[in-house]
């Protein structure tokens, strides 16, 4: 069952979301949900490289400037990050502010928290809990022009 913890990421998600752990959270993916011209959802895998937040109340994501879900998020604007990790589940509803900045094949786009759920085992589930997020191998290497391209255009302030 999901409970509102309100509009801004509880410290330790923002701690979560900061990259200040980075290499410890290499290899695991987060879902993030756009929603397409159908309306659908339009699913995509991050990764924590992709995914900065700048503050209790916005996120960045670096996407692909091509795909789908840049287009959906400068079209429709929302989005949901899924965080489901053994020490919480919890869905992060977005709205896009700005227009996103673009570097090279990248797109950046702020996100700003709208609602954070939390979602907790109900008492007839008999605490059943997640025991493993999503993860892949191998873990990228952070020293790769990729990721150091993605990490300095989330990282970089807006001109």
Not at 6 to 24: I, K, N, T, V, Y
């Amino acid at each position: 069952m999901s409970r509102s913890l309100g509009a801004s990421l509880p410290e330790g998600l923002r701690d979560m979301l900061s990259q200040a752990d980075l290499a410890a959270r290499l290899g695991r993916g987060l879902p993030l949900l756009t929603v397409d011209s159908d309306g659908r959802p339009h699913p995509m895998l991050c990764t924590y490289v992709e995914i900065l937040a700048i503050s209790a109340e916005a996120l960045r994501v670096v996407v692909s400037a091509m795909s789908g879900s840049a287009r959906n998020l400068a079209e429709r604007r929302v989005a949901t990050l899924l965080i489901v990790e053994p020490e919480r589940v919890v869905y992060v509803k977005c709205r896009a502010s700005g227009a996103p900045l673009m570097a090279g094949d990248l797109a950046r786009f702020t996100l700003k928290v709208k609602d954070v759920l939390e979602d907790d085992a109900l008492a007839w589930e008999g605490g059943a809990r997640i025991t493993s997020g999503i993860v892949y191998a191998p873990a990228p290497s952070l020293d790769t022009p990729e990721i150091q391209a993605a990490l300095g255009l989330l990282r970089q302030d807006a001109g």
